[in-house]
T-cell receptor, first 115, second 113 residues
Framework: KQEVTQIPAALSVPEGENLVLNCSFT??????LQWFRQDPGKGLTSLLL?????REQTSGRLNASLDKSSGRSTLYIAASQPGDSATYLC??????????????FGGGTRVLVKP | DAGVIQSPRHEVTEMGQEVTLRCKPI?????LFWYRQTMMRGLELLIY????????DSGMPEDRFSAKMPNASFSTLKIQPSEPRDSAVYFC???????????FGPGTRLTVL
C-alpha cells in the first residue's frame, strides 16, 4: 500500500527566504505526482503536476522536482512571501492510470512566512 | 466557471440524525471524488465516480455512508445515522476524464454532537 510522508509537519521562515518542502512515497511505480496548496478553511488548489517522465516542473516562483527511484519529490518556493503561508500537500495516484485517478495524500506541511 | 460547489458549508447535527452533503462538479468534468479530512487521518478518498458510475467505494468507512450521482451535475454523500466520529471536513473534487488535475470544492465542515 502506498504511503506518502511529508516532513516537517510545520515550517516557519522569515519573508524572503527560500522554502524547501519534502515529500516521500513508498511505491515508486507512480505515473505522476501533484502538489496542492490549502488555505485555512478552504479546499485544495493544484499547484504543480509532474508526470513520471519529467524530473521537474516550474510555475513562477514554484519549482517541483521528482526522483522516482528514491521515492522523493521536493517543492521549492523562491523568495517566500507572507501570502505563501498555507498548508502544502503532495499526492500520488494509487495504481495505474487506467484504474482511475485515486490519490493518496501526504499529511501536509504547514508553512508560516513571517513578515 | 464557478468551480466545484458544495453545500452546506457548515453542518451541525446530533448523533443519529441523517446528514446529506451536496456537490456540483465543474461543468464538463466526468470524474467526481468525495474526500474526508481529519486531523488524525489527513485527507482520505471515500468514493469516486466516472461518468456518474461509482468506480471505487473502498474508502467508504461503513454502511452508514452512501453516495449517489444521479446526473453529471450533481452528487450527494449521505450519512445515516451520523456519529460524533464522522465529524470532519468533507471535500468534493472533479476532473475531466483521463486528465490528472483535480479541482476541489471549498468543503463542508460537519460536526456531529
Amino acid at each position: 500500500k502506498q504511503e506518502v510522508t511529508q516532513i516537517p509537519a510545520a515550517l516557519s521562515v522569515p519573508e524572503g527566504e527560500n522554502l524547501v518542502l519534502n515529500c516521500s512515497f513508498t511505491d515508486s511505480a507512480i505515473y505522476n505526482l501533484q502538489w496542492f496548496r490549502q488555505d485555512p478553511g478552504k479546499g485544495l488548489t493544484s499547484l504543480l503536476l509532474i508526470q513520471s517522465s519529467q524530473r521537474e516542473q516550474t510555475s513562477g516562483r514554484l519549482n517541483a522536482s521528482l526522483d522516482k527511484s528514491s521515492g522523493r519529490s521536493t517543492l521549492y518556493i523562491a523568495a517566500s512571501q507572507p501570502g505563501d503561508s498555507a498548508t502544502y500537500l503532495c499526492a500520488v495516484p494509487q495504481g495505474f492510470k487506467a484504474a482511475g485517478n485515486k490519490l493518496t495524500f501526504g499529511g501536509g506541511t504547514r508553512v508560516l512566512v513571517k513578515p | 466557471d464557478a468551480g466545484v460547489i458544495q453545500s452546506p458549508r457548515h453542518e451541525v447535527t446530533e448523533m443519529g440524525q441523517e446528514v446529506t452533503l451536496r456537490c456540483k462538479p465543474i461543468s464538463g468534468h466526468n470524474s467526481l471524488f468525495w474526500y474526508r479530512q481529519t486531523m488524525m487521518r489527513g485527507l482520505e478518498l471515500l468514493i469516486y465516480f466516472n461518468n456518474n458510475v461509482p468506480i471505487d467505494d473502498s474508502g467508504m468507512p461503513e454502511d452508514r455512508f452512501s453516495a449517489k450521482m444521479p446526473n453529471a451535475s450533481f452528487s450527494t454523500l449521505k450519512i445515516q445515522p451520523s456519529e460524533p466520529r464522522d465529524s470532519a471536513v468533507y471535500f468534493c473534487a472533479s476532473s475531466a476524464l483521463l486528465t490528472d488535475t483535480q479541482y476541489f470544492g471549498p468543503g463542508t465542515r460537519l460536526t456531529v454532537l
